[in-house]
């Protein structure tokens, strides 16, 4: 299933790496590990974060997904299904909507 990670990263130890120079480099290691099929780095309510694009089969994948965001950086870390416009097409929303109205 496609989900949205969204990873907020407190200013300890990410400012560290920033000015010890390995922020890149670990980074780089977790993108390389975790795989994610798309990777945007913005600000997240006014500290530093990302969004990434995982594929999860499994609630078991979530760990490997996450844990090298948390022992990395001590980072927040949050899911949320991804749908497409066929996704969404798919889930029948106007049957659902008369069943509920």
Do not use: C
Request: aromatic share 8%; proline share 6%; charged share 25%.
């Amino acid at each position: 299933m496609r989900m949205l990670m969204h990873v907020q990263f407190p200013l300890e130890p990410f400012n560290s790496a920033v000015r010890n120079g390995t922020v890149g480099e670990k980074i780089q290691r977790i993108l390389e590990s975790i795989k994610p099929e798309a990777a945007y780095f913005s600000e997240h309510h006014g500290r530093r974060g990302g969004t990434l694009v995982v594929n999860v089969k499994d609630s078991s994948d979530v760990p490997a997904l996450a844990e090298p965001w948390f022992l990395t950086f001590n980072a927040e870390v949050e899911f949320r299904i991804a749908m497409t416009p066929e996704d969404l097409g798919r889930s029948n929303l106007d049957a659902i909507g008369k069943k509920w109205a």
